[in-house]
Structures are given as structure tokens and as C-alpha cells.
């Protein structure tokens, strides 16, 4: 039977090696930028939409 992650939660947490962590951190970082970027380079459908539905009303 496998391990069941649920039974870990109350256990006090292992320490990393602090080169393992950078690495995440960094990993993390990396790909905060590239939603960002990407954010910033296309569209908010949202928004899209909401403006085209109210350019709609304002045309009848």
C-alpha cells in the first residue's frame, strides 16, 4: 500500500539543503516573470468581452 501524503501534514517539516532551495525560489521566481510577461503581452478576455458587450448597448 502506498504511502497516504495526508498522514504527513501534523509531522514537523524537514529542512532542505539550502542549494535545493534557492533552486525552487528561483524556479519560482523564473515563472512569475514569464506570467507577468505574458500578462502584459496578450489580452485580459475579461476585459475584452466587457468592452465589446457595452460598445454593443451603445449602439441599439
Known amino acids: 500500500m502506498e504511502n497516504n501524503p495526508f ?3 501534523n ?3 524537514k ?3 539550502k542549494e535545493l532551495k534557492s533552486k525552487v ?3 519560482i521566481a523564473m515563472a512569475k516573470l514569464l506570467m ?3 500578462e502584459l503581452f496578450s489580452y485580459n478576455i475579461g476585459d475584452l468581452i466587457e ?3 457595452k460598445q454593443r448597448k ?3
Do not use: E, N, Q, T
Open 15 to 17: 529542512h532542505v539543503p
Open 7 to 9: 498522514k504527513d501534514i
Open 36 to 38: 507577468d510577461l505574458a
Open 25 to 27: 525560489m528561483r524556479d
Open 51 to 53: 468592452s465589446v458587450m
Open 11 to 13: 509531522k514537523p517539516l
Open 58 to 60: 451603445g449602439k441599439k
